[in-house]
């Protein structure tokens, strides 16, 4: 079996739980003895950039970005094309905060959505004759619904079949504008019949979604996000610090504003003085006010030696970052689909304080590896993080449960073999 994913880029400017998802699939796929090609669109692939030097990265955010809101680009020669393409500009253009949020964007999105409708018509075709011609995959995944504008076309062309992740689309289209939310939601509705199957990443997001998208009987399916715990190491929590960490993109919406109030309340009990913080995770120039007003609130609080900020996060640095902290919290104000960090951070032997929102519950509650608080507010979370970061009886206990959740439930290479069971009954159905 031969299989496509078509993955947006973030370029590796900041930690893509998503991005990160698709390449942990697309290696224990390999592992599987399966051929998957990864075709990156608007950026290059999180940590997988080297992937622009082997196939093209269709739909360049630049370029897409520039022809959806200027006409005079829609008709400039080859060679702008191919500089507005090449990787140093699309690696500049992962820095800038339009390629992140849906403000800015809502027209371009609607566009995607309308696939060969929209503006994008001719980046379109060019990507599905590639497909056709040089990769040849016997099935497409998309990797989100915000692409599902893309599939009548490879399905008219190719006849073979699509299927679509879903994760945190929500996030995007709920912050538009009334106009642009209702009709993204309505076209995604509309061209999710064009679908094949719908594979959610937790019963949360499932359910959710299902009642979104009006989704049939039989088309929508589950499968965990998963990572391989034997490429973690596991520090013992005894030999660490009290270290309280936070990894993902830095911002206001991924609660890091919340976690960092909750921390100056922590620090005001004398009984915590040890205690420190570290973030990491990168960031966009979106993100730079927010940032600079966390570091503000910690200069005012005297805590700037007690918070540590971190700017490498790929690889062994991730790694170096999991080997120091003792508990993990990313507090996303309103939830979200899943969380991959969760599963980083539960394989390296970390536990959690999350709160109750989105498929968190979902997640602590089947692996055992943390506590979750409700209402999302800073003195909640200062609350269940005092009552476990000195606790190192308390912390081992939630770590080897973790790590054992882990490998039962959110093991990669099981996950995959589930994916593929999924692929199989529908590329039979072409046999």
Request: one cysteine or more.
């Amino acid at each position: 079996m031969k299989i496509a994913h078509i993955i947006p880029g973030s370029g590796g400017s900041f930690y893509c739980g998503n991005c990160l998802r698709d390449s942990k699939y697309m290696k224990a796929l390999l592992d599987l003895g399966k051929q998957v090609i990864k075709v990156p669109l608007y950026l290059p692939i999180f940590d997988d950039a080297h992937d622009l030097n082997e196939v093209p990265v269709f739909y360049g955010a630049v370029n897409t970005y520039l022809k959806q809101r200027f006409p005079l680009f829609r008709h400039m020669p080859a060679f702008v094309d191919n500089i507005l393409d090449s990787k140093k500009v699309l690696h500049l253009a992962a820095q800038n905060a339009g390629s992140t949020r849906a403000k800015g964007l809502e027209e371009m999105t609607v566009s995607m959505l309308l696939g060969e409708e929209g503006l994008q018509k001719e980046e379109l075709e060019r990507m599905v004759h590639w497909l056709k011609d040089e990769a040849k995959p016997d099935i497409v995944h998309l990797s989100n619904a915000l692409l599902i504008g893309l599939a009548r076309r490879i399905k008219q062309e190719m006849d073979i079949p699509v299927v679509c992740s879903l994760q945190d689309e929500d996030v995007w289209v709920d912050v538009m504008s009334d106009k642009f939310r209702e009709e993204s939601w309505e076209l995604m509705t509309e061209r999710g019949k064009e679908i094949d199957a719908f594979i959610a990443v937790s019963d949360f997001y499932a359910e959710a979604m299902k009642k979104r998208l009006k989704i049939e009987d039989g088309k929508l399916f589950k499968n965990y996000i998963g990572v391989d715990a034997a490429d973690y190491k596991v520090v013992p929590i005894e030999q660490k610090q009290p270290i309280i960490g936070f990894i993902s993109r830095m911002c206001e919406e991924n609660g890091l504003g919340v976690l960092v109030d909750a921390f100056i309340h922590l620090k005001e009990d004398e009984k915590y003085r040890e205690v420190k913080l570290k973030i990491t995770g990168g960031k966009t120039n979106d993100d730079t006010a927010f940032i600079k007003e966390q570091k503000h609130k910690i200069k005012e609080a005297k805590l700037e030696e007690d918070v540590l900020w971190v700017e490498e996060f790929e690889g062994e640095a991730r790694q170096i970052f999991f080997d120091s902290v003792s508990l993990l919290s990313v507090p996303v104000l309103n939830g979200e689909a899943f969380g991959l960090y969760q599963l980083e951070a539960l394989a390296s032997g970390i536990p959690l304080v999350q709160p109750a929102l989105g498929a968190f519950p979902e997640v602590v509650g089947l692996s055992e590896g943390g506590v979750t608080y409700h209402p999302n507010s800073a003195k909640k979370l200062s609350k269940a993080i005092s009552s476990l970061i000195l606790d190192k009886e308390k912390l081992t206990d939630l770590s080897k449960k973790g790590l054992a959740g882990v490998k039962e439930h959110f093991d990669v290479n099981k996950q995959a073999e589930k994916l593929v069971d999924i692929y199989e009954q529908f590329t039979k159905k072409k046999v």
